[in-house]
């Protein structure tokens, strides 16, 4: 299929929002990191690529449209040079937000202690999380607040430096379907722009994942 859609936001940035939106816009199906565990392949290709290894972009994504958040935004530059078609989006939030949302949710699961009898693509994937994001983007520093915020900005502020304004779109859920419609020339939905996966929500997954995962060690 070929990405069309390359999104560079960092998670919590309105990323399951946006997934369901390019979706409704005809830009689906839509990778997100929902998309990962499920695929145990998948799960494998992005724990290489975490570790250096060279990943087949176009057998990851050939039943996808478009990607947005983790772990495809760490390779966010790979993706936009690998598909130059592709449109990239931003998706950004209030700097101080996204940290507290982050901290209050998918930085928790990258933290478990994990089993030794853990099924290999749940210590997979942990690996991965654990690389991609905590290691390469956040130093092992996700803690220091400051230092945090500091990546996320210098992050949005590369992308915008490094791709062609008339490629990129940086957008803000808060703007609704306009800017995204007219950037991608589809037509506006009769609908309310999708808000989905808030901290309350998504803390609700989280532990379902880890009860999940605790049953798993055990079996």
Known sequence: MGLKVVGAGFGRTGTLSLKNALEKIGYGPCYHMLEVFPRP???AMWHDA?????????????DFAATVDWPSTRWWRELADH?????????????EAWYQSMRDTIYQPMTWPLSKDAPEPVRLQNQMARKAILNDTFDNRFEDKAHAIAVFNRHNQEVRDTIDPKRLLVFEARQGWQPLCRFLEVAVPDEPYPRL???????????????????????
Do not use: C, Y
């Open 41 to 43: 392949d998948h799960v």
């Open 83 to 95: 598909f130059p078609d592709a449109k990239v989006l931003l998706s950004l939030r209030d700097p």
């Open 50 to 62: 975490a570790f250096g290894k060279p990943v087949d972009w176009d057998l990851l994504f050939r």
């Open 197 to 219: 996966n808030d901290t309350a929500s998504t803390q609700a997954t989280i532990l379902r994942m880890r009860e999940v995962m605790q049953r798993a060690s055990q079996s």
